[in-house]
C-alpha cells in the first residue's frame, strides 16, 4: 500500500507564499515522478508542476515564474514553494506520484487566499 501525505495548506493573505509538501510511503518499487495538481471550485483537477526522478520539471504555463517545484529522492518527498499568491490560487492541492506499481494520489491540501 502507497501513502502520499500532503502538508503545508492553510489561509494566506494575497502576495503571500506558502510551501507545500508530500510524502510518499509504502510498497513503492520505483518512483518515476512527483508532482501536485490543484482543483478550483467548480473546475477540473489540472497539473500545476512535477519533476521527475531525475530532476525534469514541467509547468503548467500559469504557474511559470511564481512558483517551483523540488524533490527528494531518497526521502520520496516533494515540495513546492507558491509565491505572489493570489485569489486564483485558491483551490485544494492533490500530490501525485507516478511509480512503478501506478499512479498513486494523495487526499488534497486545502489553500485558501484571503480577498
Known amino acids: 500500500q502507497v501513502q502520499l501525505v500532503e502538508s503545508g495548506g492553510g489561509l494566506v493573505q494575497p502576495g503571500g507564499s506558502l510551501r507545500l509538501s508530500c510524502a510518499a510511503s509504502?510498497?513503492?518499487?520505483?518512483?518515476?515522478?512527483m508532482g501536485w495538481y490543484r482543483q478550483a471550485p467548480g473546475k477540473q483537477r489540472e497539473l500545476v508542476a512535477s519533476i521527475t526522478s531525475g530532476g525534469n520539471t514541467n509547468y503548467a504555463d500559469s504557474e511559470k515564474g511564481r512558483f517551483i517545484v523540488s524533490g527528494d529522492n531518497a526521502k520520496k518527498t516533494v515540495s513546492r514553494e507558491m509565491n505572489s499568491l493570489k485569489v486564483g490560487d485558491t483551490a485544494v492541492y492533490y500530490c501525485?506520484?507516478?511509480?512503478?506499481?501506478?499512479?498513486?494520489w494523495g487526499e488534497g491540501t486545502r489553500v485558501t487566499e484571503l480577498s
Open positions: 501525485k506520484t507516478q511509480t512503478g506499481g501506478g499512479p498513486y
Open positions: 509504502g510498497s513503492i518499487f520505483s518512483i518515476y515522478s
